[in-house]
Structures are given as C-alpha cells and as structure tokens.
C-alpha cells in the first residue's frame, strides 16, 4: 500500500497542526503513527479518513488523490473502515442494529443479509449473544470490538483506528489488540495511531513518529524501535518506554 | 457502647441544630406507608373542613350551572382540540427553526434566531392581542380558531426550538464523526443518529411543553374562542354563579395537565434506567 503527502497543510485557528508535509510510504500491511498528543496524528489520520480536508497540498492514497467535495470524500468513505477512541457506537441502538445500519442505509445491502453478516461479524469477534445489547451494557473492550466489527462489516479496503485502546484498561486493551492483530495476520490494511509501542513494534510494518507539524521519522518497526535518527524520536521513545 | 457523643470534637454539641429542621433536613429513610397514609388522609379531611367552612355559604347555585353543561363540554373538547392543533404545528415549526439556528445559510439562521428571541421575550398575550387585532385584521384573516391555534403554535414553536436546539447540540461531537465515518449523508444522519437521541432527551421537557399549551391555550377567551376558560366565564355571566362556574373550570384544565405530568414523570425514570 502507498501513501504519499505532498505539501500538505492543515490549520486549526490559524496555528498550523500539519506544516506543508511530504513524505512517501510503502508498507505491506499495516501503518502506525506514534507521537507526543498535539502533535498532530489524529489531524493527519482525519485526512487519511477523508473526515477532513487539507487546507494545501494533496493526499494520495495508491496513487489516488482524495477528493476535495464532501460527495466524493463520502463516496471514499464509504470504502474505508474507520474506529476512534471511544463513543463510536450509536447509543439508541444495539450493537447489531450498529452494524446493520450503515450495511442497509449507505451500502445497499438486503435488510435480511446485512443481519446475517452483522451476525457473523460478531460472532468472528466473540460477540455472540452480545448482539441484542445496547452499548451502555456492553464492556469498553465489548464496544471497541463492536466498533470494529461494524468498520469492517463492507469489507473495506483500509481500516483506520484512532488510538482505539487509550479509553480502555489494560484487560481490554490486550483484548482488542489481540482482534487488531488477528485482523493484520488476515492480510486487513491497517492504518492505527497509537500509544503502544510494543503493539506497534509487533504489529506494524512501518512506524512513523508525527510531531511538530510534520512526520519526523518512518521505518520499518524493528529498526524504527532500535536505531531511532532524529532525537526528538529517541527522547518519546525514552520518555514513553521509561516505565 | 461508646457514646457517639464521645467521637465529636470538643464543643460540637453546643452547636445548635439548624433551626426550620422539618424544612431544612433531608429524610434519612423513606416514610412507612401508614405515615404516608394517615398524611394524606389528614390533610385532605383539613383541607376540605376548611373550604366548607370558608366557601360553603357563597356555593349553592349548582343547579343552574348544571344546566349549561353542554356550554362546559363543548369548551373543553374545544381546548383539547386547539391543544392538539397547536402541539403539532408547534413541532414543526420548532423543528424548521431549531434546523434553520444551525443553517450555514446566514439570512436563514439570523430570522430563526430573531424569530425566537422575540416570541420569548413577549407576553403571550401581547402576541395574542397583536397577532389578531394587528396582523390577522390587517390581512384579513377572520377565522378566530385559526388565528388563535397559529399564534399558540408560533409562541410554543419557539421554546420547542430551544429544545430542540439545545437537545441536537448535547449529542457529542463524536456521534456525528462517527455517522460521517460511516458514510451517512446528512439527512441521514439526522434521521438515524441525531433524531432518535434528541427525541429521547427532549421527551420529558416536551410533555411538560404539552401542558404549558393547555394551560396557555385559556388565554385565546380574550379573541373570543370558545374554548373552555370562554365557557366557564359565559356561564358566569349567565348565572352570577362565580364559584360554581369556575370550580369546574379547574378541574377540567387539572383533568388535562394531571395526566399528562403524570406521564412525563413516569418517561423521565424510565429514561434514566435506560441510559
């Protein structure tokens, strides 16, 4: 999978979040971005999504620019699976009809098979007899693993996760990394922002440390752990392996 | 056993307790039934005691009052019909105007926002007063009920906007994101995401909306409706019998609103089970 930026800038309140960004990439599999918070991961992740815009410069995603209008952007959308943090379910509706909804109202499917499918998704991620459970009932790790079941319910080509463990305990933590891992084994691109280093390092194929505005450092995980260039990655990873 | 005393620190009991303890105080348990009970039975046997002894001499003309039933039924089945009326419209209205406060479309948003500002910050009955003698004059409109249901509906429309407003604005950021992520378009999302979570936040608000427009309804006796307040002040006429035209007047309007509080506490806990 290839994904190149090419001076690409996004600002919030007239402070520059991703500062004229280009970089190439080429990975297999599976892509984490690592980095400080503020530094501008989840803005980079919300353009890879298509959920926003650059404000300059363009984002390719194998050799395809994403689209600028809202209806093509969704079109994009449509192809991608995406989890964020937390509260990605919709309250007033049980974790099957979660994954119901988009199979019947975005991608066209027959009422009768989008149950069947959100079944078997469920059941591949160990949900069976959660399906009829509204959100509030379910465990942090149960929503995140509905979550992802639900992204992944119309096969999407690209499956994004925005730090889809940091509101979880350790227990639930290892629960949905483990399905993220299964989910790469199965050959699934993955595109995650996250703060577990040991799950990049065994996960990713390529680690890329965002932070002031731009995307410092890429390598392939097991060098990007043990011979880090820049400083400014040396000292995170110091800093966040310390303990 | 120690003496709880002995754990306060020296000079705690000279502190007096708070004085209106019986009002002050919150319960440490739930009253038996048996209180509860002998409560109600003694305060409804004082309560009535006093408005026999109080009323009794000024409350003798029920029979002529009775005669004028049928002026009570047909303003009350009136007020109910104008409530309903003005309960629908006003949920529309509400609805366009809550949409049209978030519209990036500038002229759109500033009209709903005026719109809103302006029916809030007036008395019903200016707007009654100035919606029939002043606009429906001006324009010719004379049919008193229409007039009547529109400017109750236009006055609640704008609390019901807040509502709605403030009930689109407590559902995260996140659920939006995540309805976009999903590839919704917008009206679906407002259809599937927004909607449903909005509808059960402002159920209870609206209910209490719905008793708000029974009660606002009396005032549309001043533009000559017959509905039930017109009624009851009619038979009054009829009968100089104040106490015995206007009594009933209370019940029925209790007869409405009762229910209907009634029902709005009874979604308010099953929501908080819900959720």
Same mark, same amino acid.
């Given at each position: 999978?290839?994904?190149?930026?090419?001076?690409?800038?996004?600002?919030?309140? /007239? *402070?520059?979040?991703?500062?004229?960004?280009?970089?190439?990439?080429?990975?297999?599999?599976?892509?984490?971005?690592?980095?400080?918070?503020?530094?501008?991961?989840?803005?980079?992740?919300?353009?890879?999504? /298509?959920?926003?815009?650059?404000?300059?410069?363009?984002?390719?995603?194998?050799?395809?620019?994403?689209?600028?209008?809202?209806?093509?952007?969704?079109?994009?959308?449509?192809?991608?699976?995406?989890?964020? *943090?937390?509260?990605?379910? &919709?309250?007033?509706?049980?974790?099957?009809?979660?994954?119901?909804?988009?199979?019947?109202?975005? =991608?066209?499917?027959?009422?009768?098979?989008?149950?069947?499918?959100?079944?078997?998704?469920?059941?591949? &991620?160990?949900?069976?007899? !959660? /399906? =009829?459970? *509204?959100?509030?009932?379910?465990?942090? /790790? !149960?929503? !995140?693993?509905?979550?992802?079941?639900?992204?992944?319910?119309?096969?999407?080509?690209?499956?994004?996760?925005?730090?889809?463990?940091?509101?979880?305990?350790?227990?639930?933590?290892?629960?949905?990394?483990?399905?993220?891992?299964?989910?790469?084994?199965?050959? *699934?691109?993955?595109?995650?922002?996250?703060?577990?280093?040991?799950?990049?390092? =065994?996960?990713?194929?390529?680690?890329?440390?965002?932070?002031?505005?731009?995307?410092?450092?890429?390598?392939?995980?097991?060098? &990007?752990?043990?011979?880090?260039?820049?400083?400014?990655?040396?000292? &995170?990873?110091?800093?966040?392996?310390?303990? | 056993?120690?003496?709880? @005393?002995?754990?306060?620190?020296?000079?705690?009991?000279?502190?007096?307790?708070?004085?209106?303890?019986?009002? $002050?105080?919150?319960?440490?348990?739930?009253?038996?039934?048996?209180?509860?009970?002998?409560?109600?039975?003694?305060? %409804?046997?004082?309560?009535?005691?006093?408005?026999?002894?109080?009323?009794?001499?000024?409350?003798?003309?029920?029979?002529?009052?009775?005669?004028?039933?049928?002026?009570? +039924?047909?303003?009350?089945?009136?007020?109910?019909?104008?409530?309903?009326?003005?309960?629908?419209?006003?949920?529309?209205?509400?609805?366009?105007?809550?949409?049209?406060?978030?519209?990036?479309?500038?002229?759109?948003?500033?009209?709903?926002?005026?719109?809103?500002?302006?029916?809030?910050?007036?008395?019903?009955? @200016?707007?009654?007063?100035?919606?029939?003698?002043?606009?429906?004059?001006? %324009?010719?409109?004379?049919?008193?009920?229409? %007039?009547?249901?529109?400017?109750?509906?236009?006055?609640?429309?704008?609390?019901?906007?807040?509502?709605?407003?403030?009930?689109?604005?407590?559902?995260?950021?996140?659920? +939006?994101?995540?309805?976009?992520?999903?590839?919704?378009?917008?009206? #679906?999302?407002?259809?599937? @995401?927004?909607?449903?979570? %909005?509808?059960?936040?402002?159920?209870?608000? $609206?209910?209490? #909306?719905?008793?708000?427009?029974?009660?606002?309804?009396?005032?549309?006796?001043?533009?000559?409706?017959?509905?039930?307040?017109?009624?009851?002040?009619?038979?009054?006429?009829?009968?100089?019998?104040?106490?015995?035209?206007?009594?009933? $007047?209370?019940?029925?309007?209790?007869? $409405?609103?009762?229910?209907?509080?009634?029902?709005?506490? +009874?979604?308010?806990?099953?929501?908080?089970?819900?959720?």
């Amino acid at each position: 999978m290839n994904i190149s930026l090419d001076g690409v800038v996004k600002a919030f309140g /007239g *402070q520059r979040v991703l500062d004229s960004v280009n970089w190439q990439a080429c990975f297999e599999h599976t892509l984490a971005l690592v980095g400080p918070s503020g530094g501008g991961k989840s803005t980079l992740m919300r353009l890879l999504a /298509g959920l926003d815009t650059p404000d300059e410069g363009r984002v390719l995603i194998d050799g395809l620019e994403l689209p600028r209008d809202e209806n093509a952007l969704r079109a994009y959308r449509c192809g991608t699976g995406i989890v964020f *943090q937390s509260f990605n379910l &919709f309250p007033h509706l049980s974790a099957l009809e979660n994954i119901i909804l988009p199979l019947v109202h975005v =991608h066209g499917v027959e009422r009768v098979r989008a149950r069947e499918i959100a079944s078997s998704h469920l059941e591949r &991620f160990r949900l069976e007899g !959660q /399906g =009829h459970k *509204q959100p509030a009932l379910l465990s942090g /790790g !149960q929503r !995140q693993r509905v979550a992802i079941a639900r992204a992944l319910a119309h096969n999407p080509k690209i499956l994004l996760l925005d730090e889809p463990t940091s509101a979880l305990d350790p227990e639930m933590t290892s629960e949905v990394l483990d399905l993220i891992g299964e989910l790469r084994d199965a050959g *699934q691109w993955i595109i995650l922002v996250t703060h577990e280093m040991g799950f990049a390092r =065994h996960t990713a194929d390529l680690v890329a440390f965002v932070d002031k505005g731009g995307i410092l450092e890429s390598a392939p995980a097991s060098e &990007f752990f043990a011979s880090p260039v820049k400083v400014e990655t040396r000292r &995170f990873l110091e800093k966040i392996l310390k303990y | 056993m120690p003496n709880p @005393v002995d754990f306060m620190a020296p000079g705690f009991s000279s502190i007096s307790r708070d004085f209106p303890g019986f009002l $002050l105080d919150r319960p440490s348990k739930p009253a038996s039934p048996l209180a509860k009970g002998l409560a109600i039975i003694f305060l %409804v046997a004082g309560y009535s005691l006093f408005c026999w002894l109080a009323f009794s001499k000024s409350i003798e003309n029920w029979e002529s009052v009775y005669e004028f039933r049928i002026t009570f +039924w047909n303003g009350w089945i009136n007020t109910i019909g104008i409530s309903a009326a003005a309960l629908g419209l006003s949920l529309l209205i509400g609805i366009i105007t809550a949409l049209a406060r978030r519209s990036p479309f500038l002229p759109l948003r500033y009209s709903a926002a005026a719109y809103v500002e302006t029916v809030r910050g007036l008395p019903l009955v @200016v707007l009654v007063l100035f919606g029939f003698y002043g606009v429906a004059n001006a %324009v010719g409109w004379q049919d008193r009920l229409g %007039v009547g249901i529109t400017i109750l509906s236009l006055f609640s429309g704008a609390y019901i906007a807040e509502m709605i407003r403030a009930g689109i604005e407590s559902v995260s950021r996140s659920q +939006w994101d995540s309805a976009r992520a999903i590839g919704l378009g917008s009206f #679906q999302t407002y259809r599937f @995401v927004i909607f449903p979570q %909005v509808t059960r936040q402002i159920l209870p608000p $609206l209910a209490g #909306q719905f008793s708000s427009i029974i009660k606002d309804s009396s005032l549309l006796y001043i533009i000559g409706i017959p509905e039930l307040t017109f009624a009851a002040n009619q038979v009054n006429s009829a009968t100089y019998s104040t106490f015995e035209s206007f009594v009933p $007047l209370g019940i029925c309007y209790l007869a $409405l609103t009762l229910p209907v509080s009634l029902w709005t506490k +009874w979604i308010e806990r099953r929501m908080r089970y819900e959720t």
